[in-house]
């Protein structure tokens, strides 16, 4: 079985700090990922296996970048069907743009605005199904989608069970999923696991988008934690082996089932940089895995060899297409303008998005905004100094590279919230309920600053007095106008107070932002981090 995860529409190498994919062991980060090198890795990986399947653990579109995401991922459906997806689980990016347009992609149709891209080619949907068990359609009380998919290889069944996490709803827009309920994934499990061996089904696997982190190298599992320790814990001892994503993290694990058997929980990094082989070994007299001889291994999906002919075909009918947008230049930059390592510390780039966001919505007319707020988990891609496809000179920057920093089509709204609502989403970047990663660092826009201390309690690390806009205190009970996305706005990733932001005003699109931005102070340094100060 080859399992990856958080493929995000990746056909083209991954550039930035995405790039390279190193390990404690071997110091050199190897470029790795693009969908011509995932493809031959399967193929070699496939040689002399009496029977192999190809499987994902959701994610596989969304927040991918302009090549796949301007074509609202069709050219992603068409790479995997062309590497042979077997199947893939749902993931939260997969709603990004809501259920209609999940159904669309696994039934097929043009898209209810943008038409068909290809006149003799009509979009007839994926031919390898998304499973959804623990998304339920409000309607009709069912899945959304199939709950799981049984494979009779050589002469023996498989069945897979596919969820995203319950979370869901949390970090995704909510208008696009108001038709279904997000259920818990160890009931949801445990009841399909029962119901598929009511089918004669022993061999199961489930492919769960939810994950944990890990400290060590890429086949190592060195602290794991996160949801799935918890998760592993409780699901049924039938359940053989479980393929998690999500988390964006590669793991080989051994976690222990509730019987106390150890049980293989495995993850494959994100954008195609990384293939998890696992060698199930199945038992002809009772149809169920032999759990003690499953083995599994990562490996790096590294740009060497020939790239896989089918794949460069897909690429190249998607970038003709794109070309004449793809490779309009926007403006420049002077060097390398990233994000953070992780997702809980201040980065050039977020910072850089809520000026852009700022500058948007400045105008009274277009929202009046004093201070803009970013979140991390929209900042995508970095701007990179160095030359790319497109043929551009370095330092310059094309609208595909632009749109890969925000790939979402997002739209930005103002609204008023005083200055106590402004320090308490402050505040909001610190959880601990398990739901969402601990941090969450929110990029802010030029004049805006504030102190805090990590080792303080949740709900109390930001120092009020250090709340400054251009200079000045924030006042608790004044009224301030601030810009941010519409997930943002909507209490998205946590950041539930700002929902109650009042008198909204629609500040147009994100991506206008970013490129009028770049093309209006081009050439463009780093912002800098200094408006967040960690104190001891």
Request: aromatic share 6%; proline share 6%.
């Amino acid at each position: 079985m080859l399992s990856f995860n958080d493929f995000h529409g990746n056909l083209e190498p991954p550039t930035g700090r995405d790039a390279n994919l190193g390990s404690k062991l071997d110091p050199k980060s190897t470029p790795v990922g693009g969908a011509e090198y995932l493809a031959t890795r399967l193929g070699q990986l496939r040689q002399g296996t009496d029977t192999s399947l190809t499987v994902a653990a959701g994610d596989i579109i969304g927040a991918s970048p302009f090549l796949s995401g301007l074509f609202h991922d069709e050219p992603t459906v068409e790479s995997m069907e062309k590497l042979h997806l077997d199947v893939t689980s749902v993931g939260n990016h997969e709603f990004d743009e809501g259920t209609d347009e999940l159904l669309r992609m696994q039934h097929g149709g043009c898209h209810p605005e943008d038409g068909c891209y290809l006149k003799d080619e009509p979009y007839d949907g994926a031919d390898f199904p998304w499973l959804a068990a623990n998304v339920i359609d409000r309607a009709s009380g069912k899945p959304l989608l199939a709950p799981t998919w049984v494979k009779e290889a050589d002469g023996v069944k498989v069945g897979f069970i596919g969820m995203t996490l319950e979370g869901t709803p949390e970090v995704t827009g909510q208008s696009g999923i108001k038709s279904v309920r997000f259920l818990d994934e160890v009931e949801t499990a445990n009841a399909s696991a029962r119901e598929l061996r009511r089918q004669g089904v022993e061999a199961i696997v489930v492919l769960l988008h939810e994950g944990g982190v890990q400290a060590g190298s890429y086949g190592q599992c060195d602290g794991i934690s996160g949801p799935i320790v918890d998760i592993a814990k409780k699901l049924d001892p039938a359940i053989d082996t479980v393929v998690t994503g999500h988390t964006h993290q590669p793991y080989i694990c051994s976690l222990p089932d509730p019987a106390g058997n150890p049980r293989l929980v495995t993850s494959a990094s994100s954008f195609g940089r990384v293939v998890t082989e696992t060698r199930l070994t199945v038992d002809r007299r009772t149809g169920d895995v032999v759990r003690d001889q499953v083995a599994a291994m990562n490996h790096l999906v590294t740009r060497t060899g020939a790239k896989d002919a089918d794949q460069s075909a897909v690429i190249d009918k998607w970038k003709a297409l794109s070309a004449p947008l793809a490779n309009r230049l926007v403006g420049s930059v002077t060097a390398d303008i990233t994000r953070s390592e992780t997702r809980d510390a201040e980065s050039d780039l977020a910072n850089l998005v809520a000026d852009a966001q700022l500058a948007a919505t400045s105008a009274p007319e277009r929202g009046g905004a004093q201070i803009a707020l970013m979140n991390p988990g929209g900042v995508r891609a970095d701007l990179v100094y160095a030359s790319s496809t497109g043929g551009e000179a370095p330092g310059e920057i094309t609208y595909a590279e632009a749109f890969a920093v925000q790939p979402f089509a997002g739209s930005l709204v103002s609204v008023n919230l005083t200055g106590a609502q402004i320090e308490k989403i402050l505040e909001e970047q610190f959880n601990d309920s398990g739901t969402r990663a601990p941090t969450l660092m929110l990029g802010v826009s030029k004049g805006l600053t504030y102190s805090f201390s990590r080792g303080a309690p949740v709900g109390d690390r930001i120092d009020p007095a250090s709340i400054t806009l251009d200079g000045e205190r924030l006042k608790p009970d004044a009224t301030y106008r601030v810009t941010a996305n519409t997930f943002l706005a909507a209490g998205g990733d946590g950041f539930t107070t700002f929902a109650e932001g009042t008198d909204t005003i629609g500040g147009g699109d994100d991506i206008a932002a970013l490129t009028d931005y770049l093309t209006a102070h081009s050439p463009l340094a780093p912002p800098g981090t200094d408006r967040v100060t960690e104190l001891p």
